[in-house]
């Protein structure tokens, strides 16, 4: 059997068929993974599947229909849909001092859709709509305020939840195959349609922004969390971020592109300080994360570490500098819960506090009333 066989085991639900085909599949036998016979693993392609002989079960195996969707294009990307073959030029040849322009096949133009929602919303609101309403004060992880449907206006606000492998805290959810596992498919029609499907979870559970993928290098093995990512290869976790997102935001979902960036040891994580040379920086760590721009990723998650001694969340070189001038983001970054130590974040490129009280349950915030206090005396401007 090869690697990439047995490695797709754990991606079973997801290695179907035909893109829309509605296929019979085989059930495998129930019972521990290594009960299963080698042989009734299936062949993986993306365009069949074969079972192949599984001579060594008697009762003859159950059958299920399952409905895979079709993979569909998306206009601002040069992979519209995943391709088994290499997508030339995939990767167009930057200059980070001439980057390539928002509205390029590769950078998408949010601007318009920003213009229309900056023309409507009131200043309290500006401020309501990137402060959290503090840890455990919604239903989800995290949940901006709803704006009161008055004189034709109105919004249901926000909800943000965990995570990258499918909904955290709720029931009748699946456990998607780890962010690894399907960087080992190296499989693109298999990330995207995992993006999809966990994309349509939370969407079915309400979630507006799904805090995935997760990014980080495996620098550090015994890091906990190093499954949710797609494992230490740049290249190869930028393409799995540049698919994943693509599903999940087909879903209906937006993405949340995170740790950004050097978060790569759980131990200390909150006073730890990645000190990364800026060639290092861009090569590795910041990489996947323009991939996700290129996906047209709607959110960003600055990390809890420092880099070069300052937090990651007010480090106006990676979130202004790199992210937003140079991969011209054009959404917005959220603190991870509770990675925001000032109110003066705003000018470092921070746009969202979350949960949004300094401390969880402290009812105080950075933002909130401090963030008009701030914006009133112009020490912090509207735009
Ligand atoms: C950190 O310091 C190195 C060495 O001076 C520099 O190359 C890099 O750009 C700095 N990174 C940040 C985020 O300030
Ligand atoms: C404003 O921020 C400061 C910390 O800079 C904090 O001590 C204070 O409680 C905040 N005020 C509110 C109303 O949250
Ligand atoms: C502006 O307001 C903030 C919050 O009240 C305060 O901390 C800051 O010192 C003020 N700055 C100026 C220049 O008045």
């Not at 300052?310 to 990675?339: H, P």
């Amino acid at each position: 059997m090869k690697l990439q066989e047995a490695l797709s085991v754990f991606l079973l639900p997801f290695v179907l068929a035909q893109d829309g085909a509605q296929v019979p599949i085989t059930a495998l036998p129930l019972g521990p993974l290594h009960s299963v016979p080698l042989t009734s693993v299936y062949a993986i392609s993306d365009t069949q599947h074969t079972s192949l002989s599984a001579s060594s079960t008697t009762t003859p195996p159950a059958t299920q229909t399952v409905t895979v969707p079709p993979n569909t294009p998306s206009i601002f990307t040069l992979i519209p849909v995943p391709s088994d073959s290499p997508v030339l030029p995939s990767y167009p040849e930057t200059d980070p001092l001439d980057p390539l322009p928002v509205g390029s096949l590769a950078i998408p133009d949010f601007g318009p859709a920003w213009s229309a929602a900056w023309a409507k919303a009131k200043p309290k609101e500006k401020v309501s709509v990137v402060t959290g309403v503090g840890w455990q004060g919604g239903v989800c992880i995290g949940s901006i305020a709803p704006i009161e449907p008055i004189d034709g206006r109105g919004w249901p606000g926000l909800c943000l939840e965990d995570s990258p492998l499918g909904v955290r805290l709720a029931d009748y959810v699946t456990a998607f195959p780890a962010g690894i596992n399907a960087a080992a498919s190296f499989n693109r029609h298999l990330m995207r349609r995992r993006g999809l499907y966990i994309g349509r979870e939370h969407v079915g559970k309400g979630v507006n922004i799904a805090l995935g993928p997760m990014m980080n290098m495996v620098r550090v093995p015994q890091a906990g969390r190093n499954w949710e990512s797609f494992g230490a290869d740049p290249f190869l976790a930028g393409e799995a971020a540049y698919e994943t997102i693509l599903g999940m935001q087909e879903g209906g979902v937006i993405a949340c592109a995170k740790h950004y960036v050097g978060n790569e040891q759980e131990n200390k994580r909150l006073m730890s300080s990645s000190n990364i040379d800026d060639r290092t920086l861009h090569e590795i760590y910041t990489h996947p994360f323009l991939k996700s721009v290129m996906a047209g990723v709607g959110s960003v998650m600055c990390s809890y570490n420092g880099l070069n001694g300052t937090f990651a969340c007010e480090n106006d070189k990676v979130l202004n500098d790199i992210l937003k001038r140079e991969y011209g983001f054009q959404s917005f970054i959220t603190s991870d819960w509770m990675a925001q130590h000032a109110s003066m974040a705003a000018n470092a490129g921070l746009d969202m506090t979350m949960p949004g009280d300094i401390t969880f349950g402290s009812g105080t915030s950075y933002w909130g009333a401090n963030l008009t206090a701030f914006v009133s005396n112009g020490t912090i401007s509207e735009s």
